[in-house]
């Protein structure tokens, strides 16, 4: 399978985050996309460096002001005070219900809160370029499937699919499946399939294409009345106007089996099939690892050849964009299992 990586994404590296009340670490590092590198090469993958340039692609899934801020974050943290640099900006105040969102605020902190869902993802001197290089990577993709290739590996971070058309969270800043399944209605693709296997809702993928009948969005994920994104993901959210009955949430219960799991996971290949997609979009999260610290899935690494199985069963061209999975050391060999299984399977 081809895959693509960029060093770009080290760029990204926050010193931490606030995790239940604590700060700690970042779970979502560098050392994540190199474990999959090492990996890869080891199962003799060869990589490839994106060749695409996402910035059209990233005007169509995102807001103009949304991807301005992004863009010069840093440089306006920075012109607060100098100091800054050896800081990282979280925000503190947000525009929830009756406040306004319309009014960008002069203040760089309002304006942080303005863009972000949540504080939990921490921004770098290298945060847009490692964003702007995974985008890349799924526009690559997507004109490789274009070309003819059967299947490409997005092996970027940060994460995607928690960012929306105009916010950040969740780790994720640009939202590389919706440029990737954007990238080929794009290159003529008329029905495009998106399956996020994350253990979180993809709640801004959701959002950014719920009211389009193009692009089918299908989600397994941690019911959110206690999981993160805790927000969306209700299996009532079908779509709204021409989108209509084009959303598909499979939420379950903290702790289900792998059995329920694998059950929601046909329940999702139906509906694609249904659907009549051209090409599919997967959010390989693989935080449904039995080890992950911060989900209660319990995959092992013979479910995910498992899933690779039964995703090229679809026989549809597809992008895998790597999500997320925070048992780092494990996620290089979890995300070769899918790769493995795809490959034996296609």
Request: aromatic residues 10%; charged residues 20%.
């Amino acid at each position: 399978m081809i895959t693509l990586f960029s060093e770009r994404h080290a760029l990204h590296a926050p010193a931490f985050e606030f995790f239940r009340g604590e700060r700690v670490p970042c779970f979502e590092t560098p050392a994540r996309a190199a474990f999959v590198k090492e990996c890869l090469l080891q199962g003799g993958h060869a990589l490839r460096e994106p060749h695409a340039d996402s910035r059209a692609l990233l005007g169509q899934v995102h807001s103009a002001r949304y991807l301005a801020f992004l863009e010069n974050a840093w440089g306006d943290w920075l012109a607060q005070d100098a100091a800054n640099a050896a800081r990282q900006p979280f925000p503190s105040v947000w525009p929830v219900r009756t406040l306004r969102s319309d009014v960008e605020p002069a203040n760089f902190t309002a304006r942080l809160g303005l863009y972000s869902m949540d504080n939990g993802s921490p921004l770098t001197a290298g945060t847009w370029a490692a964003a702007k290089a995974g985008a890349d990577a799924a526009a690559s993709a997507a004109a490789l499937l274009s070309e003819g290739a059967a299947a490409v590996f997005c092996c970027s971070r940060p994460p995607g699919h928690h960012a929306g058309a105009d916010f950040m969270g969740g780790y994720c800043f640009l939202n590389n499946a919706a440029v990737a399944a954007q990238a080929l209605r794009n290159g003529g693709a008329d029905r495009v399939a998106v399956l996020d296997v994350d253990y979180h809702h993809g709640n801004g993928t959701q959002s950014i294409f719920y009211d389009r009948a193009d692009v089918l969005f299908v989600s397994l994920h941690g019911d959110p009345r206690t999981e993160y994104p805790f927000y969306l993901g209700h299996a009532d959210e079908t779509g709204e106007g021409a989108g209509q009955g084009f959303n598909v949430n499979l939420p379950l219960p903290a702790g289900s089996s792998v059995g329920v799991w694998f059950d929601a996971l046909e329940q999702g290949c139906l509906r694609i099939a249904k659907h009549g997609a051209q090409a599919l979009v997967v959010s390989l999260g693989l935080d449904t690892f039995e080890d992950d610290p911060i989900s209660t899935f319990t995959l092992r690494p013979a479910d995910f050849y498992r899933l690779g199985r039964r995703l090229a069963a679809l026989g549809l061209p597809t992008v895998f964009v790597l999500e997320g999975g925070y048992a780092a050391e494990a996620l290089g060999s979890n995300a070769v299992q899918v790769i493995d299984g795809f490959e034996q399977g296609y």
